[in-house]
T-cell receptor
Framework: KQEVTQIPAALSVPEGENLVLNCSFT??????LQWFRQDPGKGLTSLLL?????REQTSGRLNASLDKSSGRSTLYIAASQPGDSATYLC???????????FGAGTTVTVRA | DVKVTQSSRYLVKRTGEKVFLECVQD?????MFWYRQDPGLGLRLIYF???????EKGDIPEGYSVSREKKERFSLILESASTNQTSMYLC??????????????FGPGTRLTVT
């Protein structure tokens, strides 16, 4: 069974600092990995999707890397802003699976 | 843009009531999913459907059933609501294409309270 872990569980940084969020998974036979953002009481917004054959994806200030063999992904957010405060979740889709396996999330607070 | 909508943002029901949660997507996606999210337990898959009238149990199907009569609509049914079903319920959909991205898109969630 796929286990997904996100460390740290919470992070507080001053505005302008770069954020580094980590995600690890136990089964490297994945189809893709998605990073999501969730604001309190709301649904999930997809930020980036990395296919298993890719090493990284970028969107604006966000960059996600994937090292499938070691079972790790990292989400980098450059020059953080208070509006980046949210919970960030990573999820992996198995090669022979419809569903996503989710980590518990990292709650980020960016202080103005 | 893909849009996934859920019928209610907040719902309060009594123990023993039959509860329907509705989800609609507008992008002709084959796959639809129901998750619940609880503090400390994360998101867990209840049921999913890969085609009209097709369904598969997820990790925690007990106490729930689903219905998919039309491609765009996926309903979650609590036959007899119990207090331990108080949770945030999230619906998602994805396109099923060989070699495709299979990116999941989520709705805004329904916060269900069972008293």
């Amino acid at each position: 069974k796929q286990e997904v872990t996100q460390i740290p569980a919470a992070l507080s940084v001053p505005e302008g600092e770069n954020l580094v969020l980590n995600c690890s998974f136990t089964d490297s036979a994945i189809y893709n990995l998605q990073w999501f953002r969730q604001d309190p009481g709301k649904g999930l917004t997809s930020l980036l999707l990395i296919q298993s054959s890719q090493r990284e994806q970028t969107s604006g200030r966000l960059n996600a890397s994937l090292d499938k063999s070691s079972g790790r992904s990292t989400l980098y957010i450059a020059a953080s802003q208070p509006g980046d405060s949210a919970t960030y979740l990573c999820a992996v889709k198995g090669s022979n699976d419809y569903k996503l396996s989710f980590g518990a999330g990292t709650t980020v607070t960016v202080r103005a | 843009d893909v849009k996934v909508t859920q019928s209610s943002r907040y719902l309060v029901k009594r123990t023993g009531e039959k509860v329907f949660l509705e989800c609609v997507q507008d992008m002709d996606h084959e796959n639809m999913f129901w998750y619940r999210q609880d503090p400390g337990l994360g998101l867990r898959l209840i049921y999913f459907s890969y085609d009209v009238k097709m369904k598969e149990k997820g990790d925690i199907p007990e106490g729930y059933s689903v219905s998919r009569e039309k491609k765009e609509r996926f309903s979650l049914i609590l036959e007899s609501a119990s207090t331990n079903q108080t949770s945030m319920y999230l619906c998602a959909s994805s396109l099923s294409l060989a070699g495709g991205r299979h990116e999941q898109y989520f709705g805004p969630g329904t916060r269900l309270t069972v008293t």
